[in-house]
């Protein structure tokens, strides 16, 4: 059974930084797109960024460029997102997603396996 668990939400101010973590188990995705999405209440899910299998070609959304990093330690089949200049804009539960298949699509319907999610929240 495919499980992923993110860690590493919490409050921050605004201008302070973040790293998420995402653990896969279950099932190695060394070769497949490993993503970022968030969600606050009442809002569709947005697409944060993702991060190509077996390669390190990256795609993030236009809200979060220049300030977001995503990377994957394939070792220990773990994808992060690092979160610098972070803005009150950008508190939400942030969910991890994982697809069978190495292009890293910007669209949650490619993700069959998702995280619970960890909440971010930033104080302005």
């Known amino acids: 059974q495919v499980q992923l668990v993110e860690s590493g939400g919490g409050l921050v101010q605004a201008g302070g930084s973040l790293k998420l973590s995402c653990a896969a188990s279950?099932?190695?995705?060394?070769?497949?797109?490993l993503a970022w999405f968030r969600q606050t209440p009442g809002k569709e899910r947005e697409f944060v960024s993702a991060?190509?299998?077996?390669?390190?070609?990256?795609i993030y959304g236009d809200s979060v460029k220049g300030r977001f990093t995503i990377s994957r330690d394939n070792a220990n089949n773990t994808v992060f997102l690092e979160m610098t200049n972070l803005k009150p804009e950008d508190t939400a539960v942030y969910y991890c997603a994982a697809r069978a298949g190495s292009w890293p699509y910007a669209t949650e319907k490619f993700y069959p396996y998702w995280g619970q999610g960890t909440q971010v929240t930033v104080s302005s």
């Open positions: 279950g099932r190695t995705f060394t070769g497949d797109a």
């Open positions: 991060i190509r299998g077996g390669q390190i070609t990256t």
